[in-house]
């Protein structure tokens, strides 16, 4: 088994490809299943260990032991197929999410509406899982166990996030987000519930409207020891609450919206460094919030992170030329550093796996010390703890105007990054 590297870059750049090559000009990567293709992935999990990708358009996950050594590199071990060559839904269906808390693999196989958890990490193809939630077995796959919403059904899970001794389930079809103290047995409730007023209840922004207590398509989840981020992609934003809830409340922090009331999108226009359209997935590292800005093809980090407020502008974009870019790999063929309907995020050390959902592949990027924030004096390499306490999580669809994010003069340089050289913008955005 290869380790990771553990040298950092002097500069950010796009480091393993994982999925097939592209064929060239604007023809996308092979999609067909076998050891090295994906087809559309929605997540990916990194740690010391394993490379996890949920290949959402397979339905199947795939595990890479070890550090691949080179782009392209063969999958050691699928699930939800007993071989690579397998396609369409199986045992899975579309699954969207996975990661590992304890040795344990879970998985949020989305669209038969519960989680799956291996007690350690599978090694052969096709193993099954020893426990299901969200179903009373194995055999069941009905949205919210054939009913009504409860508590304990499950309807399109697409988010997981283990923090601090709490799983967090983004419930997207129910409209609202999960946890648990612990791993929970099935038919256990959940300690919270955010974003609906009880767990009977499932209405889309609770019904009466876009608030900083609702949700629409709440779809990926990440935090540290002092914030709790969902990622609210149907209302185009990515939410924050400081401290982290116990009950459900209001958030303390809106991003891509001007307000808490507004769920604005404007495609086909200069975006700038505030907009999201469709954010799919998230994730902490270091001391930065990572966005991706699924339909804006780019990835956005917000330095700090930001914990209060609305509207704060990005520090930093990938997949774009600069912050007013948003075309599909840049409106031009598919790039080593070019995005396409980024859907998942993950991070580890100064690593970041993005699910390039529309490009069929994961592309880690290596990230350095300024583009995540890290900025103490000697930090030779990343403090992979939260705030310095306890372990990282490596967790992994209004009204009003939008100010579409140009930043004025007195705003601090913004950066974009392409093939790894930096691009300072200032004013302009």
């Not at 070890?66 to 063969?74: Q, R, T, V, Y």
Request: include cysteine; charge should be negative.
């Amino acid at each position: 088994m290869t380790p990771f590297p553990e040298r950092w870059p002097m500069t950010p750049f796009p480091e393993r490809w994982l999925g097939g090559a592209s064929p060239g000009g604007l023809l996308l990567p092979p999609a067909s299943p076998s050891r090295t293709h994906l087809y559309a992935p929605r997540g990916v999990y990194m740690d010391d260990d394993v490379i996890i990708v949920a290949d959402s358009g397979n339905h199947r996950v795939l595990i890479w032991y070890g550090w691949p050594e080179d782009d392209h590199a063969p999958a050691d071990v699928v699930l939800g197929h007993d071989d690579f060559g397998a396609e369409g839904p199986n045992f899975l269906h579309l699954p969207t999410a996975a990661i590992v808390v304890d040795g344990k693999l879970i998985v949020a196989d989305a669209w038969h509406h519960r989680l799956l958890l291996w007690n350690r990490l599978p090694r052969r193809s096709g193993q099954h899982p020893d426990k299901v939630i969200g179903q009373p077995d194995l055999g069941s796959t009905a949205p919210n166990r054939g009913g009504n919403v409860t508590p304990t059904g499950l309807y399109w899970p697409y988010g997981l996030a283990w923090l601090h001794g709490r799983l967090y389930v983004a419930d997207t079809g129910n409209r609202r987000v999960l946890a648990w103290e612990g791993i929970p047995e099935d038919g256990r409730p959940p300690d919270l519930v955010l974003g609906q007023p009880d767990g009977w209840s499932s209405g889309e922004n609770r019904g009466r409207g876009v608030g900083p207590d609702t949700f629409r398509w709440p779809h990926a989840i990440a935090g540290d020891d002092q914030t709790l981020y969902i990622a609210d992609a149907g209302n185009h934003r990515v939410l924050g609450y400081s401290p982290v809830p116990d009950e459900d409340r209001p958030a303390d922090l809106v991003l891509g919206q001007p307000s808490f009331e507004t769920a604005f999108e404007l495609p086909h226009v200069p975006q700038g460094p505030r907009a999201l359209r469709f954010p799919y997935g998230i994730a902490v590292g270091g001391h930065a919030l990572i966005v991706a800005d699924t339909a804006n093809n780019r990835v956005l980090l917000f330095q700090g992170p930001p914990r209060t407020g609305a509207h704060a502008a990005a520090d930093h974009v990938l997949g774009q030329d600069d912050f007013d870019g948003s075309g599909e790999n840049r409106w031009r063929a598919v790039a080593r550093d070019s995005l396409c309907w980024p859907y998942g995020v993950a991070f580890h050390r100064d690593r970041l796996a993005i699910a390039d959902s529309g490009n069929n592949r994961v592309i880690i990027w290596r990230l350095g010390e300024a583009l995540l924030g890290q900025s103490r004096p000697g930090a030779g390499r990343l403090d992979c703890s939260q705030s310095g306490a306890g372990e990282l999580d490596r967790s992994p669809t209004g009204a009003g105007g939008l100010d579409h994010g140009r930043p004025g003069s007195g705003e601090r340089r913004r950066h974009t990054y392409v093939s790894g050289h930096a691009r300072a913008s200032g004013g302009t955005g």
